[in-house]
């Protein structure tokens, strides 16, 4: 069997360069082709791949997305195992040998997710690392972040995108990967990234694989590091995230879920129920250390917030979209096919305003986390 490790990327190639250095100690573990996906990057993305002529294949994708990115990589390659990496892991000696090993083993495994460990950019804040522990927004695949996991090969239900291995015949059953993001961490540079928040991504793919019958499978010497970059150590970083993830939930449970105006209307009592618990408990949480949070000129954000921001986000962008009829299938239709940079600032000026409002930058980005219920009032919470 043959692999086909496809790498996306964007604007990163200082990052891209190590995860291809890692790759490279392995050339004797199976037989491999390295297919790196240049989505529109204006870095010398291109330069520092064909540096690597020897092992790797340059593509070009002119329209940002990453689903639109990953399908990219699919077409160009012939492998019959498609490995998926982010441009900023580190792969561990062994990982491509256990790949070939399982797959081999198991012909019922249509994906194999890797153990994907912590490398900080930066010493992680205390805080940072109690929101990690409530969400895991630095897409990490692990034991101590997943107690179902033990040390050990086992069946599981989900990958996380750093690094999956997927059966190709199992991915083109399943369609390949449903729509995900638009936009990456480096449209802004230093003022964080603009990203919108569409789809499933990964886990929407393992559902769909093994809704074809095949089982998704753990294997702990299947393994990375996933670096964690500084700026996913602020209070922008997590804000956003949980913003977006609640706006793509929203999304999700009518164009992946395909749910009715029914299971809809039910999903939304739910998450209204879930925000007002929420706020209640950061409420008291803020209240009950109050004096702490002066004293210390608490500067992070607690784990509570976390889930204001992801149940008022989605309930938010449910509005939106019940306002919209259109807009759920044009967003996920936008994140299938990407949108070139030319005409990205045009795509967002022909988005209905409400929805604008709710991406707006100075919200989703604001450095100011909630330390007060005067902060709390400020955002529209209480």
């Not at 630095?138 to 040390?151: A, G, K, R």
């Amino acid at each position: 069997m043959k692999i086909s490790i496809i790498i996306p990327t964007h604007n990163r190639s200082y990052s891209l360069k190590r995860t291809i250095d890692s790759i490279m100690p392995l050339k004797d573990e199976a037989e491999f082709e390295l297919v790196i996906v240049d989505n529109n990057s204006t870095d010398d993305t291109r330069e520092v791949v064909e540096s690597y002529s020897d092992i790797a294949k340059y593509v070009f994708e002119r329209n940002t997305s990453f689903t639109k990115a990953r399908g990219t990589g699919a077409q160009n390659s012939t492998g019959d195992i498609l490995l998926y990496l982010d441009d900023d892991v580190v792969v561990i000696k062994g990982a491509l040998a256990e790949i070939i090993s399982v797959f081999g083993e198991y012909p019922d495994c249509g994906l194999l997710a890797g153990k994907i460990l912590p490398e900080y950019e930066a010493e992680p804040p205390d805080w940072t690392l109690a929101c990690q522990k409530n969400f895991n927004g630095w897409s990490m695949y692990n034991p101590e972040v997943y107690d179902h996991l033990d040390i050990g090969f086992q069946k599981t239900q989900w990958a996380a995108g750093p690094m999956m291995a997927i059966r190709r015949e199992a991915y083109d059953r399943a369609g390949g990967f449903p729509p995900d993001t638009v936009g990456v961490e480096t449209n802004l540079q230093t003022r964080m990234f603009k990203k919108l928040y569409i789809g499933p991504g990964d886990y929407g793919l393992c559902q769909r694989i093994r809704e074809e019958g095949y089982n998704v499978y753990y294997s702990p010497d299947c393994s990375c590091k996933h670096v964690v970059l500084e700026m996913r150590l602020t209070v922008q970083f997590w804000r956003s995230r949980m913003i977006g993830e609640g706006h793509h939930h929203a999304v999700t449970n009518r164009e992946f879920h395909q749910m009715s105006k029914f299971k809809l209307m039910k999903a939304r009592n739910s998450m209204n129920k879930h925000y007002k618990r929420w706020t209640r408990r950061l409420l008291k949480r803020l209240s009950e250390n109050a004096e702490y949070l002066v004293r210390n000129n608490f500067k992070g954000m607690l784990f509570e917030e976390l889930w204001v921001h992801y149940y008022s986000a989605y309930l938010d962008m449910d509005t939106v979209l019940k306002n919209h009829s259109y807009l759920s299938s044009y967003l996920w239709k936008l994140a299938s096919d990407g949108v070139t940079s030319e005409d990205y600032e045009k795509v967002i000026r022909e988005l209905p305003d409400d929805y604008l409002n709710l991406i707006d930058v100075d919200k989703m980005y604001a450095e100011k986390p909630l330390n007060s219920a005067e902060d709390m009032k400020l955002f529209g919470f209480c």
